[in-house]
């Protein structure tokens, strides 16, 4: 069977390689393909990603050095195996220039990103270097994800000495249409003629459809690729319509012409990520999550020079919370970010008789936490992203002694929120997948999320959680209010079907070897 080349940014595998989902995506499912592969007399799989400063390796053995042209320098780049489990080989690409402190660069000088691109850029070309040399051994299929490994289906269509990844099967998996690493060109020190001056390329297919002096990496690999894998089937139909904000709708995000086309050819494909079982879901005595709050937050407040006022608002409310012994009802875990919280930045059309309500209305989380008040019941939020999202969230938690907001990230804190809240909270206003409500149902916990892509398809009304729809901004925050309310109302008065929610939640299976199946038969297969 297949010996499969996965190209990514990131793998959970290693530890400080993990900032999103993918990571889980590309460790889980490589697993899971290696199994299944083994099982029927195949190759294994390997995974190759760049050597960043904030890795945590605990060994590395020189497999290979590769000369490649990039940027008019030539380059040697070193070639690490650093970790051998369960089938899947993981490598390293290094070299200065990837050596990032860390996987991903915020550019904040209106060249959006900049500094990103072109380091991946350079990985592609080392790994297309490296296939060549025969670093990976015989392969049958290249399996790019997300913009960053995209550019390796470029030079896998025009530099002729590349020629011979042609033979090989490529898989393109976007996690992510939102994020396409579009870069002019030419004419900038991160544009695509700056980094390979020797390619020649048909700007036709490789060009962002609204910026035609741009080059988009992501509808490259989607028109060159031989199949587009998207994580969700939900997330397949959505793309394939143009984006809608006005009625609250994220759809294919410019792209949906060469989704269609895909589609139309064959070559689109949903199948839903998966979740691991074998680890059991942690189990955590309510106390715990004191400790583990304060470490969240004491690691965050490490990484700024002065404290912020989010940090301290945090540390008195956890404080209050722990003398008080209150267990939070309602948890969110997750970026925060326009995908994420948008809608509860959301101000509700009729304003409400609440000291908090402007003449425009009510933001939804202030409405969100007054209802919460109502039933005497608290929400505890993790996660960081966008400054503006930070922020807001920060004066909700100064307006309201029933919300503790902790700004960074500890998977030991997410793992105690699936675990001890009563609820889990997503109401993103799409999502390709999602990760964070499968490990929520694991713990046995309801979600209550937004009826889109991936959490459409795992998250049932009435069965395993609550979900709210809407053909608007205004109506999704008026029904994820109502959506609320039935869900405080059914664990007030229905404690029973309340507890049939929690076991449906823990018997759900969404099972990486099905989705390893799939991937051999309908991504790697003829």
């Given at each position: 069977m297949s010996a499969v080349l996965f190209v990514s940014s990131e793998s959970a595998a290693i530890s400080g390689a993990k900032v999103g989902g993918v990571a889980d995506v590309v460790a889980e499912v490589s697993k899971a393909i290696a199994e299944v592969n083994a099982g029927l007399s195949g190759n294994g799989v390997q995974v190759v990603l760049p050597e960043y400063a904030c890795?945590?390796?605990?060994?590395?053995?020189?497999?290979?050095?590769?000369?490649?042209?990039?940027?008019?320098?030539?380059?040697?780049?070193?070639?690490?195996?650093?970790?051998?489990?369960?089938g899947v080989t993981h490598y390293v690409l290094s070299h200065p220039w990837l050596n990032s402190a860390e996987v991903y660069h915020n550019d904040t000088d209106n060249r959006p990103f900049a500094a990103d691109a072109s380091k991946f850029a350079l990985f592609?070309?080392?790994?297309?270097?490296?296939?060549?040399?025969?670093?990976?051994?015989?392969?049958?299929?290249?399996?790019?994800?997300?913009?960053?490994?995209?550019?390796?289906?470029?030079?896998?269509?025009?530099?002729?000495?590349?020629?011979?990844?042609q033979g090989l099967r490529t898989v393109y998996t976007v996690h992510n249409l939102a994020l396409q690493g579009t870069r002019p060109f030419s004419g900038d020190e991160s544009s695509l003629q700056t980094w390979f001056p020797w390619l020649g390329y048909d700007g036709q297919q490789i060009c962002d459809p609204h910026y035609l002096h741009c080059y988009n990496p992501v509808r490259a690999a989607i028109t060159l690729c031989d199949k587009i894998h998207l994580v969700?089937?939900?997330?397949?139909?959505?793309?394939?319509?143009?984006?809608?904000?006005?009625?609250?709708?994220?759809?294919g995000e410019g792209l949906e012409g060469e989704l269609q086309k895909a589609h139309q050819q064959g070559r689109l494909v949903g199948i839903l990520n998966g979740c691991d079982y074998e680890q059991e879901a942690a189990s955590y005595p309510p106390k715990a999550l004191w400790p583990l709050t304060q470490q969240a937050l004491f690691s965050a407040m490490?990484?700024?020079?002065?404290?912020?006022?989010?940090?301290?608002?945090?540390?008195?409310?956890?404080?209050?919370?722990?003398?008080?012994?209150?267990?939070?009802w309602l948890g969110s875990v997750g970026r925060v970010t326009s995908q994420k919280v948008a809608l509860l930045a959301q101000r509700l059309a009729k304003p409400l008789a609440q000291p908090m309500a402007s003449s425009e209305g009510t933001l939804v989380i202030d409405a969100v936490l007054d209802e919460l008040a109502k039933e005497q019941k608290h929400f505890i939020m993790l996660g960081s992203g966008d400054p503006d999202y930070e922020a807001l969230m920060t004066q909700a938690m100064a307006r309201h002694?029933?919300?503790?907001?902790?700004?960074?990230?500890?998977?030991?804190?997410?793992?105690?929120?699936?675990?001890l809240c009563e609820l889990f909270f997503m109401p993103s206003s799409f999502e390709p997948c999602g990760i964070s409500q499968m490990l929520a149902l694991r713990s046995g916990t309801p979600c209550l999320v937004h009826g889109v892509g991936g959490?459409?398809?795992?998250?049932?009304?009435?069965?395993?959680?609550?979900?709210?729809?809407?053909?608007?901004?205004?109506?999704?925050?008026?029904?994820?209010?109502?959506?609320?309310?039935?869900?405080?109302?059914?664990?007030k008065d229905q404690p029973q079907r309340w507890q049939e929610l929690c076991a449906n939640a823990r018997e759900c299976r969404f099972s990486w070897h099905e989705a390893a199946k799939a991937y051999l038969s309908e991504l790697y297969g003829d």
């Open positions: 890795l945590e390796l605990a060994e590395r053995t020189l497999c290979g050095q590769y000369s490649v042209n990039f940027a008019g320098n030539q380059l040697t780049l070193n070639l690490y195996r650093v970790l051998v489990e369960q592609c070309v080392g790994v297309a270097e490296a296939i060549k040399q025969g670093a990976f051994g015989a392969l049958d299929v290249l399996h790019l994800h997300d913009w960053h490994s995209a550019t390796l289906a470029v030079l896998r269509a025009f530099a002729p000495q590349y020629e011979c990844l969700s089937p939900t997330y397949v139909e959505e793309v394939l319509q143009p984006s809608d904000p006005e009625r609250g709708f994220i759809g490490a990484k700024l020079p002065q404290l912020s006022s989010g940090h301290y608002i945090a540390h008195v409310r956890m404080q209050q919370w722990q003398q008080l012994q209150i267990k939070p002694d029933n919300f503790l907001f902790i700004n960074g990230f500890s998977l030991a804190l997410s793992d105690a929120i699936y675990e959490l459409k398809d795992t998250v049932r009304e009435g069965d395993n959680g609550f979900v709210f729809n809407g053909d608007s901004p205004a109506q999704q925050s008026e029904q994820l209010l109502a959506c609320l309310i039935r869900a405080l109302d059914m664990h």
